[in-house]
Structures are given as C-alpha cells and as structure tokens.
C-alpha cells in the first residue's frame, strides 16, 4: 500500500506548559509510531498577525480551527519520511 494511500488520522491533541501544543497523526488509534506536529505560538502569532506573547487557548483555538491544514501538513512531512515537525 503507497503511503498516500494509507489512512491518516488525528489521534489526539496535547497542551505543554511552555505553550506548545503536540499533535499526534497516525494510521490508527494506538499507533506505535505516530507523526507529532508541534504548534508553537510564535508560529501561530505569525499565521494570525498577532504579536507575542500568545497564550495556551490561543494556540489550541488556532488548531481547533485549523486541524485539515495542519493534518495536511503532517502527512507531506511524514510521507517524506519525518516523524515530527515544529512549527
């Protein structure tokens, strides 16, 4: 099976202390080896032309919002064979 073809889901969704939310990607729930996205809020600052600092429910409302273009984003790296990607 093409890795494109694979399913890829998103399986679960983390706030950090330092801001940071981890995003986990995978072709099935308990995945041994998921794609972690990592959204920052400097980059979700960038995307949404606010200025630092951005707090947690920033970060999470911009990934709520945003979940089939992050989820997109995951699966170009994962495909070209990257297990995360700090954004």
Do not use: C
Request: net charge neutral; hydrophobic share 35%.
């Amino acid at each position: 099976m093409d890795t494109e073809d694979r399913p890829f889901i998103h399986l679960e969704t983390q706030g950090q202390r330092n801001g940071n939310v981890h995003i986990y990607f995978g072709e099935r729930m308990g995945d041994p080896q998921p794609f972690i996205l990592i959204v920052t809020p400097s980059y979700v600052a960038q995307k949404t032309s606010k200025t630092l600092p951005i707090n947690i429910v920033e970060v999470q409302t911009y990934v709520s919002r945003n979940i089939a273009e992050l989820r997109a984003t995951a699966l170009r790296h994962r495909t070209a064979g990257y297990t995360t990607l700090d954004l």
